[in-house]
């Protein structure tokens, strides 16, 4: 860490907790000690280093957390997702209606790595609320599988990166090959998740394997437009990333923003009916033979 300066989303608590449980879970050790940064109240109060079985070399008093941050929690079972949920209520300051989508989004990912990721350590989930700004960030990773392994179940494709556009796709799914997934996965929530953030003009962040999917800020002079294709939004693929042996999602949403939510949904919900109904046509039109 440098010595004056570190800034830590919770995405990048929630994988390096996710990591360090991996390895001490598996038999191995974390060696290493704390360095006298002025975040290190933060990273002790958000229990890195709990997961890191460091000493973190002081004591500090831990302030309430409720309406401002959900410390690292790693969540094994429906029942401990839903106490998590219980604890996003507070952090979100926001009626039901802007508050629901949100909840959903989070429910919808660490569901999937509960179900579908068979990762070993479950889920690492963490979130933090800034009141100046009145965004609100959360950090979700696994150790499981990942995109790739999951798509290549019912789908051709052969790289991480691939794996993620086709994730990202509505309709599209890593339970089944049928467009529009079965009554237990429609291959809605990642796509659900990048339109909320393409549409409040916030970022999202899908990590797997050996590639890196960043949803870019949305410019004000532009209106926000949901595209089907995620090669087609404003993103970053950045090269070169290190191979994580799970998925990590990260989003940030701005909660004033949520106002608006109940004209986005209707938004989401159109783009996803058009986009796998089109799919679905062509899909009809496909025919096989001598």
Same mark, same amino acid.
């Given at each position: 860490?440098?010595?004056?300066?570190?800034?830590?989303?919770?995405?990048?608590?929630?994988?390096?907790?996710?990591?360090?449980?991996?390895?001490?879970?598996?038999?191995?050790?974390?060696?290493?000690?704390?360095?006298?940064?002025?975040?290190?109240?933060?990273? =002790?109060?958000?229990?890195?280093?709990?997961?890191?079985?460091?000493?973190?070399?002081?004591?500090?008093?831990?302030?309430?957390?409720?309406?401002?941050?959900?410390?690292?929690?790693?969540?094994?079972?429906?029942?401990?997702?839903?106490?998590?949920?219980?604890?996003?209520?507070?952090?979100?300051?926001?009626?039901?209606?802007?508050?629901?989508?949100?909840?959903?989004?989070?429910?919808?990912?660490?569901?999937?790595?509960?179900?579908?990721?068979?990762?070993?350590?479950?889920?690492?989930?963490?979130?933090?609320?800034?009141?100046?700004?009145?965004?609100?960030?959360?950090?979700?990773?696994?150790?499981?599988?990942?995109?790739?392994?999951?798509?290549?179940?019912?789908?051709?494709?052969?790289?991480?990166?691939?794996?993620?556009?086709?994730?990202?796709?509505?309709? =599209?799914?890593?339970?089944?090959?049928?467009?529009?997934?079965?009554?237990?996965?429609?291959?809605?929530?990642?796509?659900?998740?990048?339109?909320?953030?393409?549409?409040?003009?916030?970022?999202?962040?899908?990590?797997?394997?050996?590639?890196?999917?960043?949803?870019?800020?949305?410019?004000?002079?532009?209106?926000?437009?949901?595209?089907?294709?995620?090669?087609?939004?404003?993103?970053?693929?950045?090269?070169?990333?290190?191979?994580?042996?799970?998925?990590?999602?990260?989003?940030?949403?701005?909660?004033?923003?949520?106002?608006?939510?109940?004209?986005?949904?209707?938004?989401?919900?159109?783009?996803?009916?058009?986009?796998?109904?089109?799919?679905?046509?062509?899909?009809?039109?496909?025919?096989?033979?001598?």
């Amino acid at each position: 860490m440098h010595p004056k300066w570190v800034a830590v989303h919770p995405v990048v608590l929630a994988m390096t907790a996710c990591l360090a449980q991996s390895v001490r879970e598996s038999g191995g050790q974390v060696v290493g000690a704390a360095s006298a940064v002025p975040t290190l109240n933060y990273l =002790i109060r958000m229990g890195l280093f709990r997961f890191l079985g460091l000493e973190a070399g002081k004591e500090i008093v831990e302030h309430e957390e409720s309406g401002r941050f959900i410390p690292l929690t790693q969540i094994r079972s429906n029942e401990e997702l839903k106490k998590a949920i219980v604890d996003l209520v507070p952090l979100l300051h926001a009626p039901p209606a802007v508050a629901d989508p949100i909840k959903y989004v989070f429910s919808e990912m660490v569901r999937n790595a509960l179900e579908h990721s068979e990762s070993e350590v479950g889920a690492i989930v963490c979130a933090q609320y800034y009141r100046e700004s009145k965004r609100i960030a959360i950090g979700i990773a696994d150790a499981g599988m990942g995109v790739l392994s999951s798509m290549q179940r019912f789908h051709n494709v052969s790289t991480s990166r691939e794996a993620i556009e086709l994730a990202l796709q509505p309709g =599209i799914t890593g339970v089944t090959s049928k467009i529009g997934g079965n009554e237990f996965n429609a291959g809605a929530g990642l796509f659900f998740t990048k339109s909320i953030a393409t549409l409040s003009r916030n970022r999202f962040f899908l990590y797997s394997g050996d590639a890196m999917f960043r949803l870019m800020k949305t410019r004000q002079r532009y209106k926000p437009e949901l595209q089907s294709d995620p090669r087609k939004d404003p993103h970053q693929f950045p090269s070169a990333v290190p191979a994580w042996s799970g998925t990590v999602v990260g989003i940030d949403l701005n909660i004033e923003r949520g106002i608006e939510f109940a004209d986005l949904l209707e938004q989401i919900r159109q783009a996803y009916y058009i986009d796998v109904k089109k799919k679905k046509d062509y899909a009809k039109q496909i025919r096989f033979g001598p």
